[in-house]
């Protein structure tokens, strides 16, 4: 599987911004798609999940109820719909897959098999 996010960009707080993944190479039934971020001098951390194809997804605490992970099945495109950007969003964005994840381990880094090359999102306050 390849993956390559795009996206990224520099906007206020407050604003929004959609990321993609465009996914080539491989079927992607029963995939698990995520979304994960890492700031300066930060550990990567989990932003967003789903299953491929599916309404099953689940988010990290911080932007629940602000970002939206779906995924486009016709145009093989994984999106990250982020909206009410705050400065501690800032970072580089991962796409990343794996063809098969327990539910209760999808925000777990070392799980996922497939990286994109991340996308720098910076929003200023």
């Known amino acids: 599987v390849q993956l390559q996010a795009s996206g990224g960009g520099s906007v206020q707080a407050g604003g929004s911004l959609r990321l993609s993944c465009a996914v080539s190479g491989r079927t992607l039934a029963s995939h698990v798609m995520g979304w994960f971020r890492q700031a300066p001098e930060k550990e990567r951390e989990f932003v967003a999940a789903?299953?491929?194809?599916?309404?099953?997804?689940i988010y990290a605490d911080s932007v629940k109820g602000r970002f939206t992970i779906f995924s486009v099945n016709s145009k093989n495109t994984l999106l990250l719909e982020m909206n009410g950007l705050k400065p501690e969003d800032t970072g580089v964005y991962y796409c990343?897959?794996?063809?098969?994840?327990?539910?209760?381990?999808?925000?777990?880094?070392?799980?996922?098999?497939?990286w994109g090359q991340g996308t720098l999102v910076t929003v200023s306050s």
């Open positions: 990343a897959a794996t063809p098969s994840l327990a539910y209760g381990t999808w925000s777990d880094t070392k799980k996922y098999d497939f």
């Open positions: 789903v299953r491929w194809g599916t309404i099953s997804t």
